[in-house]
């Protein structure tokens, strides 16, 4: 068991391109969450997604995000035309069902670094 | 909305000496509540968590927590830290919102930097 999975760890990306962060969560979990932690603060809640579904994205910004949870691969966190503020550390969990007493399991987090 | 304050950012003691983090949260409702560890430049590990029953929780590398309802807190403790433990401290706190689906949110307070000096 392999536990959360995310990729990149460490991403640099220049003001104006395009970043993917990749998760994939424990096996046997359907359900995502991805977090944000900016530096010096602590994770924000940015989107909770089912297989196929988004279930809760109230925590994503309304432009340039978006994210998915393919039937098959991983979920994908997509930042487009990223500007600095965008750096930060991406943290995914996954749970095998609605988080609550089933503790979410987190993954080592994807550092995104803008330019 | 539930919020969760961690009152202090960063926390310097000597190995060996006790130390308290401490935790507040805003809710009315029935909670669920946790505390997690973050070593530098990895995710977060689950030290303790308090769903019901006994208000004194013991978690992983001999920490506890006890839920103080009356005061809203979630205070941690260790009676006795390694350097080991230098890392960052998060308490948060899960809420249902969804009544149909059961489905809990969890909220993070900002951190605390604990620092353990030889």
């Known amino acids: 068991n392999a536990g959360v999975m995310q990729n990149p760890r460490h991403l640099v990306r220049r003001r104006g391109q395009e970043a993917r962060l990749r998760c994939s969560p424990m096996k046997g979990h359907s359900h995502v969450y991805w977090y944000r932690q900016l530096p010096e603060e602590g994770l924000k809640f940015m989107v909770y997604?089912?297989?196929?579904?988004?279930?809760?994205e109230s925590g994503m910004p309304k432009e340039r995000f978006s994210a998915e949870f393919p039937k098959e691969g991983p979920s994908i966190l997509r930042i487009q035309q990223v500007v600095r503020g965008d750096s930060a550390a991406y943290f995914c969990?996954?749970?095998?069902?609605?988080?609550?007493?089933?503790?979410?399991?987190f993954g080592a987090g994807s550092r995104l670094t803008v330019l | 909305a539930q919020s969760v304050t961690q009152l202090d950012s960063q926390v310097p003691v000597f190995e060996e000496a006790p130390v308290e983090l401490r935790c507040n949260y805003s809710s009315s409702v029935s909670v669920y509540l946790f505390w997690y560890v973050q070593y530098p430049n990895q995710g977060l590990q689950l030290l303790l968590k308090y769903l019901s029953g006994s208000t004194l929780v013991k978690g992983i590398n001999g920490f506890e927590a006890e839920f103080n309802k009356s005061q809203t807190s979630f205070h941690l403790r260790k009676p006795s830290v390694h350097i080991s433990d230098t890392a960052e401290y998060f308490c948060?706190?899960?809420?249902?919102?969804?009544?149909?689906?059961?489905?809990?949110?969890?909220?993070f307070g900002s951190g605390t930097r604990l620092q353990v000096q030889p």
């Open positions: 997604l089912q297989k196929e579904n988004i279930i809760d």
């Open positions: 948060a706190v899960s809420v249902r919102v969804a009544m149909d689906t059961g489905r809990r949110a969890l909220t």
């Open positions: 969990a996954s749970s095998p069902i609605p988080s609550g007493a089933n503790v979410l399991t």
